[in-house]
């Protein structure tokens, strides 16, 4: 019989920005079985978002993770607006698909960034977070914030973007875009990439169906499953179609995700060009939620679900959160098994862009 | 009041209901628990073509309700979720953490059964 | 001015560890790390080792299972170090204080030399941070500020 040693890896790890433990048993260098240890970020927050009014809320469902924040306020105030029967104004659903599509892009770069780094290539880690940080200023200088921009509101969102504004916004977005046609090449055709990839941690299309995969990982598996496509705030006015790959494997992701970069730089010009006149937001005083709704949107990780049951009060009875991440743990302890350990956190892990402020809330 | 469109079911066709949506070909997208009068009510979210499906089954106090994780892998964190949260008896699990996915022994034991207040209004 | 001195406040090394965060703190972070803000011209590296590291960086408050890890890596650090609280969580548990699974701030696990408030701290904050806690290393003379 060959020895088996069983690896903590975390919580505290380099490669990895985040405290979440797996615990590895191995035989000699291969992974039979992972398994993960959470609550090193479990705060409480669905029980605090039952004690605070549901205005409040939208700011700390904001902060349930800083990296989607503005796609949480989105899937909420989406729930709440249906509970009180409220349509928000044109101008907002675009704004929000600007807004919404800025968070995707930001959180691609990230994961390329960090992608990179765990390859052990630095100075593409440079690169993209250069060119990051491009995003981050018109993300700045539409919102006021970073990294939680607390700009959608329930009924609208908090402040307009003046049309010069956007014009600069869209003319920086070209600039990010031709930065990131110097990365993307690197990233996709460099073969040291592509060795280290490809043919690693295959989720096939019936797998990813049975172990409920979501985002760029169903998608990389050959299901068209995109939020987007329910056509909530206005993506239902724009055109796109979700980007599959039907290999399956590590690099598979990776392709969906550069693509998508591109993409979300399409669908905001799209949206900019579009975008109706009016106002941005509209007042919801005196109106109070009753009944029960279940919400998705789609997140840089994948389908964000939200259930949300009011009582005709100020304060939810219940907001359950389901993140992307949650339904990717099931495929990634699939991914895991076998893999070797040298694999695991640069190529494996990373696969699914995890994201454990989310899973644990 | 707007409420969802649930399939109202018993505990006890709680498998059957699933292996025939699995059959279907439907994915588990999660398992929501809430508290309600007397018990907990646990509502199962699936999902076939963006379309949503939902079960609906109430508990009474400490009644057991069996693990649809042979079926749907993907439910064994939402069901130890619900068992630390909510206190909810799942039975037939094959990845137990033991009431313990979250929280460790000095948080309070099932910090969602009961309504809020508990710590933040003292 | 000592060498010791000198040398401390030229090439403070940090390891990072967050916590019960929303990542919002840990990825501006890791931007202060990158081109645009560049600490490398401060000296600062960001290791993985705490036995590397002069100052550690916490984002995110102390929640009932991590409070054990925080204590290990500030307890393998080699003295002399500093603590850095990046963001109001860190600081107090900020929006996060009445949640039931959260101690508070990281100052009830480990001893905390510098407050960057912020929520999210911006990196130009984070990088001030890091240089006040260079800053404390550089006056310690040998013995450890921060608990020891
Ligand atoms: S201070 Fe704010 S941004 Fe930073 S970790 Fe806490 S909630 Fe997130």
Redesign the pocket.
């Known amino acids: 019989m060959r020895q088996r040693t069983v690896i903590p890896f975390g919580p505290q790890h380099p490669v990895f920005p985040e405290p979440l433990q797996l615990k590895l048993h191995l035989e000699e260098e291969r992974v039979i079985e992972a398994i993960p240890v959470l609550g090193y970020v479990h705060r409480g927050l669905e029980k605090l978002a039952e004690q605070k009014d549901f205005v409040q809320n939208v700011f700390l469902i904001e ?1 349930l993770c ?1 990296i989607c924040s503005f796609m949480h306020a989105l899937c909420y105030c989406q729930g709440i607006e249906s509970l009180i029967g409220l349509q928000v104004p044109d101008r907002a659903r675009f704004l929000r698909t600007i807004w919404a599509e800025l968070a995707r892009l930001h959180s691609h770069h990230l994961w390329l960034g960090l992608l990179a780094d765990a390859l052990g290539f630095e100075s593409l880690f440079m690169q993209v977070f250069r060119n990051r940080e491009i995003i981050m200023d018109v993300i700045e200088a539409t919102t006021g914030g970073r ?2 921009f607390c700009s959608c509101l329930i009924g609208g969102v908090r402040r307009d973007i003046p049309n010069d504004l956007l014009k600069e916004t869209i003319a920086r977005l070209d600039q990010a875009e031709k930065l990131l046609d110097q990365i993307a090449p690197v990233i996709l055709a460099e073969y040291t990439v592509k060795e280290r990839t490809a043919n690693l941690g295959i989720v096939t299309k019936e797998q990813a169906r049975k172990l409920g995969a979501v985002g760029p990982v169903a998608r990389a598996s050959g299901i068209a499953m995109d939020m987007r496509t329910l056509g909530y705030a206005a993506y239902g006015d724009l055109d796109f179609a979700p980007i599959v790959e039907e290999a399956g494997d590590c690099y598979a992701r990776i392709v969906v995700r550069v693509k998508e970069m591109y993409q979300s730089f399409d669908l905001i010009k799209q949206a900019a060009k579009r975008m109706p006149k009016g106002e941005h937001a509209l007042p919801i005083k005196r109106l109070l939620p009753d009944g029960e709704t279940v919400v998705r949107v789609e997140q840089p990780r994948g389908e964000l679900m939200y259930y949300i049951r009011a009582n005709g009060s100020k304060k939810l009875e219940r907001v359950r959160v389901r993140t992307p991440t949650y339904a990717n743990i099931p495929p990634l302890l699939h991914m895991l098994t076998g893999a070797q350990l040298a694999n695991v956190a640069a190529v494996a892990v990373l696969s699914i862009d995890p994201c454990i402020s989310c899973v644990e809330r | 009041m707007r409420e969802l469109e649930a399939i109202e079911i018993g505990v006890d066709q709680l498998l059957g209901e699933a292996h025939l949506l699995a059959q279907d070909g439907w994915r588990l997208v999660t398992i929501t628990c809430a508290r309600s009068e007397d018990g907990c009510e646990v509502i199962y979210h699936f999902d076939k073509d963006l379309k949503l499906k939902h079960l609906r089954l109430q508990l009474a106090l400490e009644q057991e309700v069996p693990s649809i994780m042979p079926i749907f892998f993907p439910a064994y964190l939402a069901e130890n979720e619900a068992m630390n949260l909510y206190g909810l008896r799942v039975t037939g699990l094959n990845i137990d953490y033991g009431g313990r996915l979250f929280t460790t022994a000095e948080a309070p034991r099932h910090p969602m059964a009961r309504p809020a207040g508990a710590r933040g209004e003292e | 001015m000592g060498v010791y001195r000198w040398a401390r406040q030229r090439s403070p090394w940090i390891v990072h560890f967050n916590a019960a ?5 840990a990825i501006e972070f890791f931007t202060a790390m990158t081109p645009i803000y560049d600490t490398e011209r401060f000296g600062i590296i960001n290791t993985g080792n705490p036995k590397h590291a002069d100052i550690l960086v916490m ?2 408050g102390a929640n009932h299972r991590n409070a054990r890890v925080i204590k290990n890596i500030f307890w393998q650090m080699p003295a002399p170090k500093a603590v850095v609280a990046v ?3 860190a600081c107090s548990a ?2 996060f204080h009445d949640c039931y699974n959260m101690l508070g701030g990281v100052d009830k696990v480990i001893p905390v030399d510098v407050y960057v408030p912020g ?3 911006r990196p130009e904050a984070i990088i001030e941070g890091i240089l006040r806690a260079a800053e404390l290393l550089a006056e310690s003379g040998g013995e450890g500020v921060g608990g020891d």
């Open positions: 902060r800083g990294m939680i | 965060s929303c990542n919002g703190c984002t995110g963001g109001v969580c900020g929006i929520c999210a701290a």
